[in-house]
């Protein structure tokens, strides 16, 4: 079992409170760490340092200071790579070969992309008669950064690469259910010798840290990824305090398959759409609409394919689903497969698993589940269950198809499979989310802007939106005079 604690001011230092709280492994049931259950007094020591830090210097760094050094902690996490990909799977549960796959390459390349997108971004410079207006690009200070369990260190980089980039000094929550890929990025911090307080990692719970991270007023901007109920306070807690705020939140995703794409090909995009990672995504395709001609066939496959995903050790090479995040994260889910069955649904497969290794035998595991027959209005078709579990959903004109994908509070992203490029352009323009992705799912390119609109969020992330999130835009107007 493993101790942790926060990182504050360049050295690892225990909660003020002295109080800990337990750090649970998916996949067994068993402790894995303690961390600390901080509170409002070391979010203080966190601003503190990090304000320091910013003003005794790292404000004035120049931009090839700061690329070198997030080149030097993407150097950092590559010379850890398995200890990274080990923990990751440790902590969250997700299959070690998604994490050696996906999850820790990606915090690589969050680095190795906003070093090479800071070293190669202008500011704008504008002529008019009698006068020269250039723009200044500068850090806006402290920020805050609040990262949830699902993709924790992918996601935690995904922030604090641009933060320094632009200039910022950081205070960071990472999910108390997921804490040991971050204290191993602080690690990497002290390793590489980047400036006491640049970077401040503050565990604990959310109501008790993040709410007091959020709070603060020495912090100038909070950008937050998580659920939509959360979302909700800081945006209450933030907006009138005037802070920049970047909330991604929650998702209902549709996938719309048409009866012109290829099956085989939709059909496994929809399984990986709606599985990854448990289902733990917030891009994860969660509804799936499936025009008529092809429905029988299509859940046929579906059903085939969800059958072959089955659950096993995170440890073990091949394992394609692990273990749910938490137990009451768990028992969330699986409750949905009893409301679809209360509100007229078939489940066609899922729940618990019929064995596991008996290292897993008290791990937080559940079946993929593919559900039919459902309203498109009922409960299970419409809240985000963050899970293993998806329903489909017959549908006949491509104007039914988007009111249905439409029809949910969310709007994050959606997938459109089709072979005709008209109907993709038309869907595409037509659907409320974020994010369309054509024939594909969860392709991404860093420099396009993330985000959702409705109950999804507020702002954009990623490339120029990051450095423009994570920085003050301001204009020097410059009178020339005329001629002698």
Known sequence: MMT???????????PASGRLLDDVEPATGGLLARIPRSGPDDVQAAVAAARAAFDD?????????????????????????????????QDQGKPR????????????????FFAGAVRHDRDDAFHMDGALNYT???????????TPWNLPLYLLTWKVAPSLAMGNCIVAKPSELTPLTADLL??????????????????????????????????????????????????????????????ELGGKNATLVFADADLDQAVDGATRAAFANQGEICLCGSRILVQRPIYDAFVAGLIARAKTWTAGDPAEPGTRVGALVS???????????????????????????????????????????????????????????????????????????????????????????TSDLATAHRVA????????????????????????VKDSGVGREGGRYSLEFFSESRNVCIELGTHT
């Open 4 to 14: 942790v604690d926060n990182f504050i001011g360049g050295s690892f230092v225990p």
């Open 57 to 89: 210097g790292w404000a004035r760094s120049n931009v090839k200071e700061r690329a070198d050094l997030i080149d030097a902690i993407a150097d950092g996490i590559q010379a850890r790579f398995e200890q990274f990909v080990a923990l990751e799977s």
């Open 97 to 112: 070969d998604l994490a050696r796959a996906v999850d820790i390459p990606r915090a690589v390349n969050n680095f190795r």
């Open 136 to 146: 200044l690009r500068q850090p806006l200070g402290v920020v805050g950064l609040i």
């Open 186 to 247: 602080a690690q990497v911090f002290a390793d590489v010798g980047a400036p006491a307080g640049v970077f401040n990692l503050v565990h604990g719970l959310g109501p008790e840290v993040g709410q007091a991270i959020v709070e603060h007023p020495g912090i100038k901007a909070i950008s937050f990824t998580g659920g939509t109920a959360t979302g909700r306070i800081v945006a209450a807690t933030g907006a009138p305090m005037f802070k920049k705020l970047s909330l």
């Open 327 to 417: 137990e009451a994260h768990r028992d969330k889910v699986a409750s949905y497969l009893d409301l679809a069955v209360e509100e007229g649904g078939t489940v066609h497969c899922g729940g618990p698993p019929a064995s596991l290794p008996e290292r897993c035998r008290d791990g937080f595991f559940l079946e993929p589940a593919v559900i039919t027959g459902l309203p498109t209005t009922c409960r299970t078709a419409t809240e985000e269950i963050f899970g293993p579990v998806v329903t489909v959903h017959p549908f006949d004109t491509e104007a039914e198809a988007v009111a249905i994908a439409n029809s949910v509070v969310y709007g994050l992203s959606a997938s459109v499979w």
């Open 429 to 452: 323009r037509d659907l409320e989310t974020g994010m369309v992705w054509v024939n594909t799912w969860l392709k991404r390119d860093l420099r396009v802007p993330f985000g959702g």
